[in-house]
């Protein structure tokens, strides 16, 4: 339970900003499987992202919520491997998560991979 409650606090939501400048804002929607995720769907949106990041590799967004559906499946060294791509990501944008607020990419995949590395999900090393 304690996983769920991980992944749905760091669900993002269907929209990303991006601020390339900050007088410019562009709002772009793009599907992150957010509602298989929220609807307890963790494998479909696994088949889902990983098909995503085949043609857009180091999307955070896509990145951040494989991550929770890998922890969501139990699979907590993949969830990291993919909150550590989306911190690496040379993308960075503003995200919606699933509460409303808005943060940065690499913030959002710092906190989720903190949050899995404090329940004890990851082997120490």
Partial sequence: ???LMMAS???LAQT???LPDPDISIHDRKDVSYEALAQGRHDQAIGAL???LLTDPGDPALLINLGSAYALAGKTERAAAAYRAAIDSDTRYQLEL???TWVDSRRAARRALATLD???ALAAR
Avoid: P, V, W
Wanted: aromatic residues 0%; charged residues 20%; proline residues 0%.
């Fill in 16 to 18: 990303a900003t991006s």
């Fill in 9 to 11: 606090a760091l669900l």
């Fill in 118 to 120: 404090r329940q004890g």
């Fill in 50 to 52: 990983e098909a995503r």
């Fill in 98 to 100: 699933a509460d409303g």
């Fill in 1 to 3: 339970m304690t996983a």
